[in-house]
């Protein structure tokens, strides 16, 4: 069951990457023009612009083509269907094809998917109700049998208690081609005091038509060698992002072995965090991450046995991911929200990017919807096609008995157009954006709060579009209309509920 549902998944990834791919990270071409500005929030918008018959009509040729023996102009024509349909440089799409073209060919010859199911999964009903079942597959991770402690409402901390400085930075994207002076629109898709570093994710910039596994280990050990420079005697704590691997978003789990497997990477990765990784979790990272929907190294249950024993011990846990749960395929997302709420005491944070926006999330009680047990921090990228942010949070710890709870935050960002603007005579700028407790109106940084601030949006339209300036970084596009009305409502409905595929929660 894991293997054939790897090789599907990988097999409709290579399939629409081949013809599709774009630069956009987080979702297609279509979803970033700005008529379409939040589309990506309907569940019926997913690869808009794909029209049915050219998805099944290109996945039969495909198949016919590799059933026969006949592969050779397989490539050449999805270069073509990249440049034409979709109109990407024909150095993207050259080399996208060329980077996922191993990885088609052995899905390929592994399993076998219809042009109803890659079609009807990705575009809906309204082309196929055939799918892909193992992409809505949802199975049951096991918890252990002792019984989950009575929940206590969390407490503010003392007056005067110490608070952690912890800055949180994601989706850097770096290009390290950039040359100073170099057009920023080519036409192409592409000293301050902490006591810990949260990363989470993405280095590597869009360009992943011609990224080589050269270049990413480069990034990392050139990345980890500056923290160590800078931030000498600071924790660093990271998750690996979807850009991390070449080709992008393909990690392929332990049992793929030889040229089409993570030795490549681990080993390296290993060694730039082992500063800060103690070395009995050696094996943990050189297992880091998988995409695979049985998770057949058992990595959930891992991550449950560590919290049972984060509980035992009386100790609190901060989570930190890529992807955040309610953007994840429905088996990971449901599995661990049922960890996060068996867990709710232990686990005091959940730490996401990705989406390069400023986002929130608030964890409710799949058993009891009004109750708000969890918050997803989702910080804005430091990127720099929008203006770059990042996070300072305010956290209750360092001393006896702390909660370990997110207090406030210092929201960051670098205003590009003042930036460019000045020119080089300026030295770089950051500005504090905003402060949850300040803008907000919010006494603690902790879920029920967040729960009530969803609340208000709801009855002010004025807070609702400060939340929206915010999730832009302040820099909304020139064409932007005002989000009002379903917009508003699919926003709310994306605050609350993180569980992907769940109509339940109400919103």
Same mark, same amino acid.
């Given at each position: ?317 901060? !989570?930190?991911?890529?992807?955040? *749960?309610? #953007? =994840?395929?429905?088996? +990971?997302?449901?599995? @661990?929200? $049922? ?114 601030? !969803?609340?208000?949006?709801?009855? *002010?339209? #004025? =807070?609702?579009?400060? +939340?929206?300036?915010? @999730?832009? $970084? ?34």
């Amino acid at each position: 069951m894991a293997t054939k549902a790897y090789l599907n998944i990988v097999l409709v990834g290579s399939i629409l990457l081949a013809v599709l791919m774009n630069a956009s990270d987080a979702r297609p071409a279509a979803f970033n023009a700005p008529s379409n500005h939040y589309n990506w929030l309907s569940s019926s918008g997913r690869l808009q612009g794909l029209e049915c018959s050219l998805c099944k009509d290109f996945v039969a040729l495909v198949r016919k083509a590799l059933d026969s023996g006949e592969s050779s102009y397989v490539p050449e024509i999805a270069k073509l269907v990249c440049i034409i349909k979709y109109k990407e440089a024909a150095q993207v799409c050259d080399g996208v094809v060329t980077l996922w073209r191993p990885i088609f060919k052995f899905a390929i010859d592994k399993v076998y998917l219809s042009p109803e199911n890659v079609c009807g999964q990705y575009l809906g009903s309204g082309c196929s109700n055939s799918t892909i079942p193992e992409l809505n597959y949802y199975w049951n991770v096991t918890l252990p049998s002792v019984p989950k402690p009575p929940v206590t409402p969390i407490q503010p901390p003392t007056p005067g208690a110490r608070r952690l400085r912890v800055a949180h930075i994601s989706d850097v994207h770096v290009d390290m081609l950039y040359k100073v002076g170099a057009s920023a629109d080519c036409g192409l898709p592409t000293c301050c005091r902490f006591d810990a570093i949260y990363f989470t994710g993405d280095l590597p910039d869009h360009h992943v038509w011609e990224q080589t596994r050269e270049q990413q280990v480069d990034i990392y050990r050139n990345f980890t060698a500056l923290l160590r420079k800078y931030f000498p005697n600071v924790a660093f704590v990271a998750a690996l992002g979807n850009h991390e691997s070449v080709p992008v978003n393909s990690f392929p789990p332990r049992y793929i072995k030889g040229n089409e497997s993570m030795d490549w990477y681990y080993p390296a990765l290993w060694e730039f965090l082992s500063p800060w990784v103690p070395s009995d979790q050696k094996e943990n990272v050189l297992k880091w991450i998988l995409q695979n929907i049985t998770d057949p190294d058992d990595q959930l249950q891992w991550l449950i046995s560590v919290l049972q024993r984060a509980e035992s011990n009386g100790e609190k846990v901060h !989570i930190l991911g890529h992807i955040p *749960s309610s #953007e =994840l395929i429905k088996g +990971y997302s449901w599995n @661990y929200i $049922k960890i996060a709420e068996r867990y709710e005491s232990t686990i005091t944070g959940h730490f996401f990017g990705h989406t390069h926006h400023d986002e929130l999330g608030v964890y409710f009680d799949p058993a009891n919807t009004t109750r708000a047990f969890g918050t997803a921090y989702i910080v804005g990228s430091l990127k720099t096609d929008d203006n770059p942010s990042y996070r300072v949070y305010e956290v209750d710890g360092g001393y006896a008995n702390a909660s370990w709870q997110v207090l406030d935050y210092y929201n960051y960002i670098f205003n590009l157009t003042d930036a460019n603007k000045a020119g080089q005579q300026r030295d770089p700028t950051w500005i504090l954006e905003y402060q949850p407790t300040k803008d907000y109106g919010l006494r603690y940084a902790f879920p029920a709060e967040w729960a009530k601030l !969803i609340d208000r949006f709801e009855q *002010s339209d #004025e =807070l609702f579009q400060l +939340y929206i300036r915010f @999730y832009h $970084k302040s820099h909304l596009p020139s064409s932007q209309q005002p989000c009002t009305g379903d917009c508003k409502r699919q926003f709310i409905c994306r605050m609350r509920n993180m569980r992907s595929g769940d109509d339940s929660i109400p919103c």
